[in-house]
């Protein structure tokens, strides 16, 4: 399907979200009636991955893509929201359209490994009652995400891995493929180029280093954090992990406390970029961490964090945070973000690139 066609798909979305909000509005049935002004706030903030994105290497029809792409997330998992919906649902909703959104490295779009298929990773937390659930090595599961919420609600563990995952999934009815369901040209290109460098390494007798390896190659995991109206913040995280990963490599992304971390008590964060740093630095739980013990704002922490921790080590990317007041923050080190957030009080911000911000 060309970017013009999907770009089609997703306004068509786009009208029969607008459709429905326009239908009258029950929300403030159990309010007492009070103004939207009045209510609790409610909110929802995503990304679409970070690395080398500028101006210079996009064209316009690439970018209305990406920005038609992030704007139907939004509006779908804001939609449950503002219907008195839950966060979880909302979470699962925004996530769920990029997972099927090629321009995503999530799902169907999903980077290769270096033997030429898809494995796919996922999380999901719960910041009322800090259940979590997360998958990792999935290679026949449609919605990842859909198969974390499984595990969170439905098993007595937090984390399944490869058949093992996919056996569950099965069980509990969920939408089995086949791997090459998730194939897109433009990763598989990214593939060859990436297994050029590593045979242009080995001819050298250099090591690739994981602060040099190229991360035009492997942007695009996906995450969501929502605020309801309850004040449940959820976070959820999907992808499709490094180009031309090797051994069943896991990253950060389906890793509670790294990828992805919620807390009712402090705020949410989804989290995308070189994982092996985000892991080692446990930057979801430790930016929540400094908003609950350090009384720092989301904004001060998660800055400090991507910029003074994460960077100087070599580690590259961003994170989407919301806290319990809906207020948003979306810091990160590199050249652009793909990013959107929509709340009760701020309406809604798409951004992609660093001078946005």
Not at 81 to 89: F, I, K, N, R, V
Not at 222 to 240: E, K, P, Q, Y
Not at 264 to 285: D, K, L, M, P, Q
Not at 304 to 317: D, F, K, M, Q
Request: aromatic residues 6%; charged residues 20%; negative net charge.
């Amino acid at each position: 399907m060309t970017i013009q066609a999907r770009i089609s798909l997703v306004a068509a979305a786009l009208l029969t979200i607008t459709a429905c909000s326009e239908a009258p509005n029950t929300e403030t049935a159990g309010y007492g009636g009070a103004n939207a002004s009045e209510l609790p706030p409610i909110g929802i903030v995503i990304h679409g991955g970070a690395g080398t994105i500028t101006r210079e290497n996009m064209t316009p029809e690439r970018e209305a893509a990406f920005t038609a792409a992030l704007t139907a997330a939004l509006d779908a998992g804001y939609a449950i929201l503002e219907e008195g919906g839950d966060s979880m649902d909302a979470v699962i909703a925004a996530i769920q359209l990029m997972e099927e959104e090629p321009l995503f490295n999530a799902g169907r779009g999903a980077v290769y490994t270096f033997d030429g298929g898809h494995e796919l990773d996922a999380s999901l937390m719960h910041g009322g009652t800090l259940d979590a659930g997360a998958v990792s090595g999935v290679r026949t599961v449609r919605s990842p995400i859909a198969l974390a919420r499984e595990v969170m609600e439905n098993s007595r563990h937090v984390m399944l891995s490869a058949a093992g995952a996919e056996e569950f999934a099965a069980e509990r009815g969920l939408e089995l493929v086949d791997n090459t369901y998730f194939n897109t040209e433009h990763r598989y290109e990214q593939l060859q180029r990436a297994l050029e460098l590593l045979r242009e390494q080995d001819r050298s007798g250099d090591h690739i280093a994981h602060a040099d390896w190229d991360r035009a190659f492997d942007m695009g995991t996906v995450g969501a954090v929502a605020l309801d109206r309850a004040g449940n913040i959820v976070a959820g995280t999907s992808t499709g992990g490094m180009t031309a990963k090797r051994y069943n490599r896991i990253g950060d992304s389906p890793i509670i406390g790294a990828g992805t971390w919620a807390d009712n008590a402090s705020c949410g964060v989804s989290a995308t970029g070189h994982g092996e740093y985000f892991i080692r630095y446990n930057v979801s739980a430790q930016i929540c961490s400094r908003v609950k013990y350090l009384g720092e704002t989301i904004d001060a922490a998660g800055r400090y964090v991507i910029h003074e921790e994460l960077l100087p080590a070599g580690g590259t990317g961003g994170v989407i945070i919301m806290d319990a007041q809906g207020n948003v923050s979306m810091p990160f080190n590199t050249e652009g973000m793909y990013r959107g957030a929509r709340t009760s009080r701020e309406g809604t911000v798409i951004g992609i690139y660093a001078e946005e911000e």
